[in-house]
T-cell receptor
Framework: EDQVTQSPEALRLQEGESSSLNCSYT??????LFWYRQDPGKGPEFLFT???AGEEKEKERLKATLTKKESFLHITAPKPEDSATYLC??????????FGSGTRLSIRP | DVKVTQSSRYLVKRTGEKVFLECVQD?????MFWYRQDPGLGLRLIYF???????EKGDIPEGYSVSREKKERFSLILESASTNQTSMYLC???????????FGDGTRLSIL
């Protein structure tokens, strides 16, 4: 069964303390992996698409990487405004999109 | 930038009412989606549409229907609202294939 698992469920960091969020997947064939940011009471905001193992994308303090089994969202020197829930989603060869349950990230000043 | 607009941010209705949630996108996207999001359950797909007048059931279609009369507009209908349909409803659109979905800001619906 296709599955997307994100870890940890919640992460609290000090401002400037770098870390990584994990998205592991088991799907019938990966056609694309997406990262989103969601602020409380708002819809998910698209961040990155990754299509093949070894691919990397960067935006400000965020960097997404992809292997054949998982993706990481690396956050370098985070600021309080990076606090949000980060969602991962996978588009499979069965033309189905599967969302993970998200990681709630909190950055303390 | 893609803009997906949902007609209401907050909505309060009574059980048994017929409820309409509207969504409009301005990027000529082929595909549109309706999700609900509940704490601990994540995003669950209710219905989606690949073309005008076309609809497909998602994972939890029971109690819902949809309408897509124009390419840019996708409506979610709760035929007879029940308290277990209290939730955050999110609309999304995409170009199709392995292209990302773009979301609206959601409608927080309360059924009393």
């Amino acid at each position: 069964e296709d599955q997307v698992t994100q870890s940890p469920e919640a992460l609290r960091l000090q401002e400037g303390e770098s870390s990584s969020l994990n998205c592991s997947y088991t799907v019938s064939g990966l056609r694309g992996l997406f990262w989103y940011r969601q602020d409380p009471g708002k819809g998910p905001e698209f961040l990155f698409t990754l299509y093949s193992a070894g691919e990397e994308k960067e935006k400000e303090r965020l960097k997404a990487t992809l292997t054949k089994k998982e993706s990481f969202l690396h956050i370098t020197a985070p600021k309080p405004e990076d606090s949000a829930t980060y969602l991962c989603a996978v588009y499979s060869s069965a033309s189905k999109i599967i969302f993970g349950s998200g990681t709630r990230l909190s950055i303390r000043p | 930038d893609v803009k997906v607009t949902q007609s209401s941010r907050y909505l309060v209705k009574r059980t048994g009412e017929k409820v309409f949630l509207e969504c409009v996108q301005d990027m000529d996207h082929e595909n549109m989606f309706w999700y609900r999001q509940d704490p601990g359950l994540g995003l669950r797909l209710i219905y989606f549409s690949y073309d005008v007048k076309m609809k497909e059931k998602g994972d939890i279609p029971e109690g819902y229907s949809v309408s897509r009369e124009k390419k840019e507009r996708f409506s979610l209908i709760l035929e007879s609202a029940s308290t277990n349909q209290t939730s955050m409803y999110l609309c999304a659109s995409s170009l199709g294939g392995a292209q990302p979905q773009h979301f609206g800001d959601g409608t927080r619906l309360s059924i009393l």
